[in-house]
């Protein structure tokens, strides 16, 4: 339990809480964690998926019937763009830490999250290709 | 030209609640926000508290949070900040409020004693001083340059929510006696900071650097100490031959 009155510092401290500004390393680490938030989920799905597919034909045709909706081919789309980011800034923060990305992380970030775009948009190619061949017209 | 300041206020003498309070006066565009806070002060309502000494960026005292970033008021201009609007200004985020914008840095001087800040070397001292290369000196510029001021540990979000935090002003501190070639205690600081408080509590969100009113590389230092770490386990290690 803590005290009454550290309790009112604490709330005292939120009040003063005028937001703080955003930039480049700030808005790189939040989006940071909501991608590493999404990658645990998509963990779930994943492992559902295994595992279903590991009980035989009628196991397989069930994920095939789900994941080949439109719904989880947009989700596809997402997981990629969600590794990419999450992937690429890693390496960012691999650079800052072995002391050279520290004096160029705002480059770094735009170079980075510049190439996670290109590689996104030459992955959804292939995903949008299957949604046409699936539900042509 | 005039322009409205939003202040927090709170006296708990008082027994108030905390609020912001709103003053209009005339100011010009090259007055530091310093001279807006003294003119509202000694003009318009004697209650409103906050520190300042030097008033020239030198002492530290009057970091606070203006327009959402933590600033030394002696140090920005009224046009340096946004043109239109009002101009708010917070006490130190994540430090505890003693009234308006004062606030009680016990903390954190307390987090910057804990890497014993001080200079340790117990060779008998030369007749006339240590001598240093200008190589050897150039390697803690950037951190002899601190102030104290407290704009980094209170912009930073880790700090806000993990106050056995050491922070990024004590780290720097750290950084300063472990990289200075005269001093002898670089083994025993690197030990302190070998733990979940020091820097491997960094997740490099860059605030400090942003606020830094010296413009020091404070996420730089921070990320030198993890390294110097590593380093020191493996002297340590190959010296005991495992
Ligand atoms: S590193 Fe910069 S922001 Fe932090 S206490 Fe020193 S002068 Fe202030
Ligand atoms: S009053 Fe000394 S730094 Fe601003």
Redesign the pocket.
């Given at each position: 339990m803590i005290s009454a009155g550290r309790f009112f510092e604490e709330r005292l401290q939120q009040m003063s809480a005028q937001r703080y500004q955003w930039h480049v390393g700030s808005f790189a680490w939040v989006l940071h964690r909501i991608t590493g938030l999404l990658l645990s989920l998509y963990l779930v799905i994943h492992i559902w998926v295994v595992r279903t597919i590991g009980q035989g034909p009628e196991g397989f045709d069930r994920v095939m019937a789900t994941v080949q909706t439109p719904l989880f081919l947009f989700f596809e789309v997402g997981l990629l763009g969600t590794v990419l980011y999450h992937a690429l800034n890693g390496v960012r923060l691999l650079l800052i830490d072995t002391g050279w990305g520290v004096r160029h992380q705002k480059g770094l970030f735009f170079v980075l999250a510049g190439l996670a775009v290109v590689v996104l948009l030459i992955g959804v190619v292939p995903i949008l290709n299957l949604l046409g061949r699936q539900f042509p017209g | 030209m005039e322009r409205c300041f939003k202040i927090f206020r709170f006296d708990p003498e008082n027994g108030s609640v905390p609020l912001y309070r709103e003053y209009r006066i005339d100011v010009q565009p090259d007055w530091r926000i310093l001279d807006c806070i003294h003119e509202i002060k000694w003009k318009l309502d004697g209650t409103l508290s906050f520190r300042r000494s030097c008033a020239h960026g030198v002492c530290?005292s009057d970091?606070m949070m203006i327009n959402g970033k933590n600033r030394l008021a002696c140090r920005t201009l009224v046009r340096d900040l946004k043109k239109r609007g009002v101009i708010r200004i917070d006490p130190l985020k994540g430090f505890p409020v003693i009234k308006d914008l004062i606030v009680d840095s016990d903390a954190f001087f307390e987090r910057n004693e804990a890497v014993k800040p001080w200079f340790v070397n117990n060779d008998r001292p030369p007749e006339k001083e240590r001598l240093q290369s200008p190589e050897e000196r150039d390697r803690i510029d950037e951190p002899t340059?601190?102030?104290?001021?407290?704009?980094?540990?209170s912009a930073c979000p880790t700090y806000w929510y993990d106050k056995a935090y050491l922070g990024?002003?004590a780290l720097?501190k750290a950084h300063r006696f472990i990289f200075d070639s005269r001093d002898q205690a670089g083994e025993e600081r690197l030990e302190i900071l070998n733990d979940l408080t020091g820097p491997y509590k960094c997740h490099t969100i860059f605030n400090?650097v942003e606020?830094?009113?010296?413009e020091?590389n404070?996420t730089g230092a921070i990320a030198e100490l993890k390294m110097e770490i590593l380093r020191s386990r493996l002297r340590k290690k190959s010296k005991s031959g495992r």
């Open positions: - | 530290g970091a340059k601190c102030i104290l001021c407290g704009s980094c540990t990024p002003a720097l400090c606020t830094c009113p010296k020091i404070v």
